[in-house]
């Protein structure tokens, strides 16, 4: 098809040949500003090489674009009352598979098939850190991953430390990818709009982590600790947490060998800090 679906008219026309309702509770608010797509594509270093695995098609605003732009698309829609769209718009293209699943139940590693496969995803709010948390804990090996989230989530995303935004989001991204903020997206680029502004994160994956725990899940439950009371001193979120064996003095002598005092803020570490700090503690 030569219309654009980001075009508001084709969006309606389509709400109506297919009696579609937007529901709120998948987050459906749907692209209609080409140039989001074309930033999206570009900014993502998508070619002609590239399998690109879309989250939450929609009506294909994304879709359609990375059809023209990829070797193939396989998208993962949940939203059953999509298909019949999706399949009458894109069908006919040899390069577009199509899977009504949840993304959360879907094992994308019998989709992944090449080195040069993406993530792309414009994803619902309310799920943004379950997604992002298990693409990124599986390890699948992609490329890169490309989001377009809530903007207050973005900046958590790409914070690094001893910046207001910083927290557990920010170390896990920053453990497994380096991340950065390709444009940020005003509501009127979506219909419905929705209430708050979003921006789309690029995600490029790292071959191995940036630092290497002894432990990592000892290395993850220290990055909780500390963040689950933000406001607490380092020692207090590591011995309140409950997830260590250690007493408090023994957390206070791991943290004073280290060279940390007790009473710095958990913000002001990096994830070589935590590293270093999770390694002690996963020692004794
Ligand atoms: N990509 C389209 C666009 O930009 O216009 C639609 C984006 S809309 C914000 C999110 C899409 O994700 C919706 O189509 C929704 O039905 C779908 N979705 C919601 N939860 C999902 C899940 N768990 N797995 C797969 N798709 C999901």
Redesign the pocket.
């Known amino acids: 098809m030569t219309d654009r ?2 075009n508001p008219k084709i969006v309606k026309e389509l709400c109506e040949r297919y009696g579609f309702r937007f ?1 709120k509770g ?7 500003d080409e140039s989001v ?1 074309e930033d999206t594509i570009v900014g993502t270093g998508i070619t002609r090489n590239t399998s690109v695995i ?10 359609q674009s990375l059809l023209e732009a990829a070797k193939d698309v396989t998208a ?4 059953s009352n ?1 298909i019949p769209v999706l399949t009458d718009l894109f069908g006919s293209a040899e390069n577009f598979h199509l899977i009504n ?6 094992d994308l590693n019998q989709i992944i098939q090449n080195e040069d496969t993406v993530v792309v ?5 309310y ?1 943004t850190t379950p ?1 992002v948390s298990a693409l990124l804990e599986k390890r699948y090996p992609l490329k890169s991953i490309t989001v ?1 989230v809530q903007k207050e989530v973005a900046k958590r995303m790409v914070a690094t430390c001893r910046e207001k935004d910083y927290g557990a989001l920010s170390c896990m991204v920053d453990y497994y990818t380096n991340a950065s903020i390709l444009r940020d997206v005003k509501p009127h680029c ?1 219909t419905p709009q ?1 209430s708050v502004d979003s921006s789309i994160v690029l995600m490029k994956l790292l071959k191995t982590p940036k630092v290497n725990p002894k432990d990592e899940a000892v290395y993850f439950k220290t990055v909780k600790a500390v963040f689950l009371q933000r406001r607490k001193t380092l020692l207090n979120g590591l011995s309140n947490s409950g997830f260590f064996s250690q007493t408090k003095e023994e957390i206070t002598s791991i943290l004073e060998e280290l060279g940390y005092s007790p009473t710095v803020r958990g913000e002001t570490l990096s994830i070589q800090d935590f590293c270093r700090i999770s390694d002690q503690l996963s020692q004794r």
């Open positions: 679906v980001t529901k998948l987050g459906q608010n749907f692209l209609i797509v879309e989250i939450g098609p929609g009506f294909g605003s994304l879709t993962i829609e949940l939203d999509l699943a949840d993304v959360l139940k879907t995803a414009n994803l619902p709010y799920i997604i377009m979506f929705p």
